[in-house]
């Protein structure tokens, strides 16, 4: 067996259903707002107007979301584990550990999500699916479509975001396993990427949550 097909044996492996599934969980245990009940409500509204085939149209659009949202948390991921190498090494200063430059600005924003073929493409099919649809549409009914591609589009971000943190947090595992002080020598920047992401909150919001919480 060949380095490269133990490395593509390691990467299915590390992408399976169960990465995916943690990514979902962690979407799931935030609050969007009304991002979720809007698509709930938007979807159900749309499968009650449309015809047979817009709802093939429909649900083919989502299983294209669905893989846009895996691509985006793979990539997160290893952007991830580079952001924190990168920053471990002292290469990097950006207090997100790179996801806006490696994530955002290249998978989520034109025109560098153009090189990753096989999403863009998927990018345009959805946004052809929305459009003729959209166009058989009244306008109140056009703020249900709206409200499920919004929804859609948290979902994608999301996951990229959350592979990236994963990443990021594996990346210094590994590097703890070597040297155990790795997280202590680098404890400013690692709370700084996570406020910055919104994993954590200042101690004020904290204390702000409990009192509404008693």
């Known amino acids: 067996m060949q380095v490269r097909d133990i490395i593509s044996q390691m990467a299915q492996r590390a992408f399976s259903f169960q990465f995916h599934d943690g990514i979902l969980d962690m979407y799931n245990a935030r609050d969007y707002g009304a991002t979720e009940p809007d698509y709930k409500t938007g979807f159900n509204h749309l499968a009650s107007i449309l015809t047979e085939d817009q709802m093939q149209a429909l649900n083919h659009m989502e299983n294209t979301y669905i893989a846009r949202?895996?691509?985006?948390?793979?990539?997160?991921?290893?952007?991830?584990?580079?952001?924190?190498?990168?920053?471990?090494?002292?290469?990097?200063?950006?207090?997100?550990?790179?996801?806006?430059?490696?994530?955002?600005?290249?998978?989520?924003?034109?025109?560098?999500?153009?090189?990753?073929?096989?999403?863009?493409?998927?990018?345009?099919?959805?946004?052809?699916?929305?459009?003729?649809?959209?166009?058989?549409?009244s306008k109140d009914d056009q703020e249900h479509m709206v409200s499920v591609a919004c929804a859609w589009q948290q979902r994608v971000y999301s996951a990229a975001m959350d592979g990236f943190y994963c990443g990021y947090r594996a990346a210094y595992d590994l590097m703890e396993s070597i040297n155990p002080l790795v997280k202590v020598q680098n404890m400013d920047k690692i709370l700084t990427m996570e406020y910055h992401l919104g994993y954590i909150k200042p101690y004020s919001e904290v204390e702000r949550l409990q009192n509404m919480a008693a």
């Open 69 to 137: 949202r895996n691509y985006a948390a793979e990539y997160g991921f290893k952007c991830g584990l580079y952001g924190a190498f990168r920053q471990f090494f002292g290469s990097s200063g950006a207090r997100d550990a790179g996801f806006d430059d490696l994530v955002g600005n290249d998978l989520l924003m034109q025109p560098r999500m153009q090189r990753h073929h096989e999403n863009y493409t998927n990018i345009e099919l959805c946004n052809k699916i929305d459009a003729e649809i959209m166009a058989t549409l």
